[in-house]
């Protein structure tokens, strides 16, 4: 994830899997990514979800591994459950 505009801070984070499908986003939502903008929920390993945007043309860097996310209408899969040592 890279944030910022002049000192661009560069950081790297650990997704399990997407949330929900790709989605666009509303008027105004998102800044500076150009007019038709796309977002991605993921969840991160440690149990957090973070929004990522993009330009749309940029979709599949976006979705990266998780490409079925990026194709809309389809199933949701199976759910991963944490075996915690039970």
């Known amino acids: 994830m890279r944030r910022g505009l002049l000192l661009a801070d560069l950081t ?3 997704v399990r899997a997407p949330e929900n499908p790709v989605r666009d986003t509303g008027p105004g939502e998102v800044r500076r ?8 929920v993921v969840r991160l ?3 957090t979800c973070v929004e990522v945007a993009a330009a749309a043309q940029e979709r599949t860097a976006l979705v990266g591994p998780f490409l079925a ?3 809309p209408g389809l199933p949701r899969g199976p759910r991963e459950h944490r075996n915690l040592g039970h």
């Open 12 to 14: 790297a984070l650990a």
């Open 69 to 71: 996310a990026a194709i």
């Open 33 to 40: 990514l150009g007019t038709t903008v796309l977002a991605l």
């Open 45 to 47: 390993d440690d149990g």
